[in-house]
């Protein structure tokens, strides 16, 4: 994917809705230096404090989104709070305007097959922020898997979470604000709770809602596409879920399900640990005569590359090979994708259709979870 200067390229006009962790450190940034391909038309941010910031570093800023889409752009990047992000891309849709939102795309299968249906009306693009599929790392791990999943016994994925802490306060120019309006949070907490209602059938408990929207929906929600996209490949779908479960208060969750026509199981894990600054994020594939294994770095350290291992032995002679795809970073990586869909209509490497079926699995898993 070639993220390089490209001479006579057709620039989007794209706005932004979200000043946040996400939108600070990772995605205005990259657009920024994707000047080649972008034009920032302004940021919709809800804090006025962050506004003014935007202002003197030159961005136009708005106090809500809807402006922003009346505001002449060709495409929206939704880094807003996850329960807005069903309602914002729907109503860019209606008005034709391409959308990338980050993940998750919603909280529910219900308002995914809304957003596919407003989708096809539209007749635009929509991306889901899942970044690992444009990881080097892991385009290489596609590349060397067997063709045949046989013999593969189980996927593990692991992931030990101190939060962003660590890793964002060496960014100079990350701004946190507190001064959004007492009604707006108290909307997003209505918005969050009916949402992820629909999606389980009940209301949650404090520890459940904290399971299902940070570790089930924030974090493992990630390697759940990562697995998905390499599953796809195979024509494997998941069986019946054997275990599933929130602990630690909602800082920990946990899930396994069985794979359709394999002898082998799917287990998955994610735990904050608050006060260790450390992250690690493991995703395993063990085969009877190997194993491949990538570790990613904290999503916000960047061209921090992902590590990929292939452990093989001939006898009692073990091998440990690790390979790295490049020093690209994803996020980058992924912007040039949409841009590539948007203007060239390449096919779209994260749809509306992937995040439904990851979603799926998070509400099965859930439902286990909470019985």
Known sequence: MDGGTRVGAKRIRIGVVGAGLIGQVEHIPNLRRLTHLYEIAGVAEASAEMRRELEARGLRSFSGYEPLLDAGIDAILIAAPDQYHAEITVKALERGIHVFCEKPLCFSVAQAKEIAAARMRAGRVVQVGYMKRFDPSYELLLSMLPKDPAELRMISVEVNDPDSWPFNRHQGDFVKTGDIPPE??????????????????????????????????????????????????????????????????????????????????????????????????????????????LVFPSPYLNHFPTKLTVTKSDGQVMQRTEYRGSYEEAFQRELVGFWQSVTEGAPVRNTVEAAMKDLQLVERLAATAIR
């Not at 399900?257 to 640990?273: C, E, N, P, S, Y």
């Open 184 to 293: 707006m949070i108290e909307d997003g907490k209505r918005r969050r709770d009916q949402q992820v209602a629909l999606a389980v059938g009940r209301a949650l408990t404090q520890a459940e809602m904290w399971g299902y929207t940070n570790s089930y929906s924030s974090s493992l929600i990630h390697d759940i596409n990562v697995v998905h996209g390499i599953l796809d490949g195979w024509g494997i779908e998941t069986g019946p879920v054997i275990g599933a479960a929130f602990f630690a208060g909602g800082d920990g969750g946990h899930g396994s399900v069985r794979l359709k026509g394999l002898d082998a199981i799917w287990q998955m894990t994610h735990l904050f640990v608050h006060k260790v600054a450390d992250y690690k994020e493991r995703v395993a594939f063990y085969f009877n005569d190997a194993i491949y294994e």
